[in-house]
């Protein structure tokens, strides 16, 4: 094994952490903890138990440097594997990092399992590029290689997708604790007299800290008669005199009080704390102070890092050397230095902790705004959350950014405090404040969604606002339209003006404003154009917008967690299958962990659940069920305690439990009614319908349903008129006149067939079977309605003799005549003439060709008679193929199908090829149901149906082509790479398609041509 492996040094010791990790040992391992924790023994024990070769580089400032990075890397490879066939670093490679360490690790790793360790990472910067390298570089399966990063810091962002894959193990200090046997094994080890030290006492006083424990065991050692260490009696206070005596006794008076006024500031720039401590400029006291003493260094930005054992030591035994009072003289130094130098943040928090309110309400008057338009107010938050109540109330521009940062992460009490600070700003005409105050509290109340109603008296001063923000800039118009659309679209999307709101918000979501504003407008637009009106064509616009320009990492937490919620929400509406929506489901729930903002879930969970029980997926709805009981507790939010009365109830309708299912519907449409949001009403008031109609009560079915129909119409939702309307439909086809249900079928299958709606919630997949079967007869939307049978699954709802497509002829791929789901064709010989001339017709087109020109073309051979009556008798062969006579026309002289009683796979797709209507996502789709090979132009032997085959397959390549683009436009390259992957695979090479998964490939960072296929893409 290559590496610093190959013993043991004396005071080194097995960790027995790692028994208890070596069957969860991930692909990647992050071992993180203080200095002294043992992390590099830990990591050499990992090598030792992992077997190979250990290849070992200790990181180092230089390397931040990608080029030194590379070198020092490829170096450690050839010391550790110097008989291997190493490829050797190019100077291209520096600027192409990832390839290279792909190829490096590959050759590696090729004949064995090999372990990177790379040690002391905390010794680079943050955005030192090497993390992200090496992070996109193992992005495939890791196979035989394991990677090992050890640092004093937390995992780096670059492997936080790892993390949510299940491919990386953090080892932490709580770990790496010395535990009593190998404190016993540690004493062992270390030999001598230790001094009545025990195992369990060594464990306490050293609080678990393996260099700790040596120091106490080496002190306790046989020494100088005079020396202090050798009375220690086995105590935390043992630790703090062993360090006093061992490193701070021996500094001067001078650098030990400098050293005491370092440790009561946090760790900063080396020449910020010299600033505080009011060092000229240029004095090197506190570098080489940081350089000879044990538990202070510098790490790779210049900041000075004390450990924290030593400044408890410094405060047990020197706390008279600096007062409270010099404390925080330093620190408002620092701090309004670091303001200074442009670091806000550390700035802020540093007065704050310092107590220097006046300092600190100046620089948040002066700094808040644009933090704000950065979408940091989280920094806002934690430097005057401390700040004294009385100190903020007087004045209000603090006590609007007080409330402001604290939206995100407690909505209730923000808009607690806003409500009155409206009023006061109002009354004081403090006109500047004025309308963010109002956005923010709208902002409040939306993400609350409690009680819609606290939108009334805003709506109502928006004529005064607007004239307002006129005069006052776009910024102040852009930041009303935004509020006024959130208030309205929850509240009254009925209301005069909401059209005028909508547009202008529309229009400001276009133009180039702060990051996190056209987040939170882009999250505002998809709730309304999902469940509020499901108007997919908005929805698309929005959410691609929105791909573009989010950036989790410099989102707010309700940014991001309202992000999955809608995201979700859309899928739930569009998406056929739910494979995509229960995915968004999963990872949102993941997110609003992390983020500690569960109270997301319920609204996740409801997106998930419309999917789940439309479908009639019984056990992932019961599941999610589950999920969603977990978290109400005695304070839950009422309207998720309606979203599980709601789908409880849904399901028992589905066990055919009635009354139940009314027993439970009833209260969550009273809560929906009492929250005053206009959407919900309409949803649940639809569920009560059908429950009602189910149990016979149709008369009360029906005043239900008219109140849903004319709310979802007022509301000018196209999702709501689509359910209700289906509803309604369902309630006519089983009464004594069912021609009743067409009016209600043709308004919800016009708004469903122009949105594309994958959702019919409250009508079952039995009664949505029907409806389509019932609509198909009656020609309304017939194509919609197949598309629905189809998409949706629905053919196996309907009786046998429902099958509506009487004959369906297949051209692509291979030559089929399905009836009843079955082939036609049982002979094992395949009548050749028939099959040419429906070949020929296929190619002709519904208007068919001329019965002269189609016997030249088969028979060439024969003359005028003879081909007449070969013909008339390969029309009665091909008739009685097909099975039907009406399938075959023959008129004016010309042979054509009948589309009316045949449908053919060819035909489909040319007209797919041109029909409106059709999302790229759900063209593309289609056209690769249809698209099962090449037209099967071989049967008729005529090289002229060729063209004809080359339309075909334009026809499919384009569809594929359309939705790469739209991917690619939307920011979504692993899809866009995994669907232009399919398309060459199922449709040949393509010099487009190979160019769009090329382009794809390289913003993934991963070769496309050397097996992208391998990557795993997130979608």
Known sequence: ??????????????????????????????????????????????????????????????????????????????????????????????????DYLRRLIAAGSQDSRITIVLDDLHGLPADAPLHQALADAIADDTGDVRLILVSRETPHPAWLRFNAAGKVVTVDFNTLKLSEAEASELMIQLGGDCGGWTASSLVQASGGWMLGACLLLQSAMPRKVNDAADLLSPDSTDLFNLIVHELIEPLSDTDRTMLCRMARLPNLPVRIVAHALGLPRGDKRLVRLANRLLFVERDGRDRLQIHDLLKAALRHHYSDLVDEGKAAELATRAGKMLLEDGDVGEGLLLLSSSAAWAALKRAVIEHAPALSEQGE?????????????????TNLTMRYWYAAALLNVNPIKARELLTPMLETARRVRANELLIPIWTTLADAIWLEWMDCSLFDPLIEMLPELAKRAKKQGPTYEAMLARGAFAAMSFRCPDHKDFSYWEQRNLDFYGQRIP??????????????????????WKADQVRTRLNQVFDEETASVADICTRYVVTAEFLSIFDASGDETFRALEMGIEANARHQQTFWDGTLINAALFKALSLEDRERARRYLGLLAARLGPHAHPNHVAFHQHFSAWNHWLDGEREAALALLLPAYRTAERSGMAMFPVHYGNAVAAVLQSLGRRREALAWLRRSRRAAERQSSPLLVFLSGLRGASLALTSANPERAKPYLRAALAAGAIMRFYLHAWTSRSEMAALMRFAILNDIEADYARELIRVLGLAGEMPPEADL?????????????????????????LPRSPIALAVHLIAAGPEGEASEALADRLWPDLNADEARKRMKSTVYRLRQMVGTSEAIVTAGGRISFDPEHVSIDAWELMTLATAPGWTAEARHAEALRLYRGPFVYHYADDTGLISYEHKLEEAAIEACTAFVRALSVAGDWSRALRVSREGLERLGFRETLHDLATEAAEHLGVDFDAGASDVRLYS
């Open 1 to 98: 094994m290559g590496g610093p492996t190959k013993g043991r040094s004396r005071g080194t010791i097995l960790r027995h952490a790692g028994d208890a990790l070596e069957g969860n040992l991930k692909p990647v391992v992050w071992i993180t903890a203080p200095a002294g924790s043992g992390k590099s023994v830990f990591a050499k024990q990992i090598c030792r138990r992992s077997g190979g070769v250990c290849i070992w580089l200790r990181a180092e400032p230089r390397m931040a440097d990608m080029g030194m990075f590379l070198t020092s890397l490829e170096s450690a490879f050839r010391n550790a594997l110097a008989k291997r066939d190493l490829p050797a670093l190019a100077s291209q490679d520096i600027a192409y990092p990832v």
């Open 377 to 393: 107010l989280g920094v806002i938050l934690t430097a005057l959350e401390p700040m004294p109540e009385a100190e903020r109330e």
């Open 515 to 536: 990051r996190h504003e056209t987040i939170r407008r882009g999250i505002h637009l998809l709730f309304r154009y999902c469940y509020g009106e499901g108007h997919r």
């Open 805 to 829: 497509a009487n004959v369906q002829i297949v051209s692509l791929g291979r030559f089929d005549v399905l009836q009843g789901g079955g082939s036609r064709l049982t002979s094992g010989k």
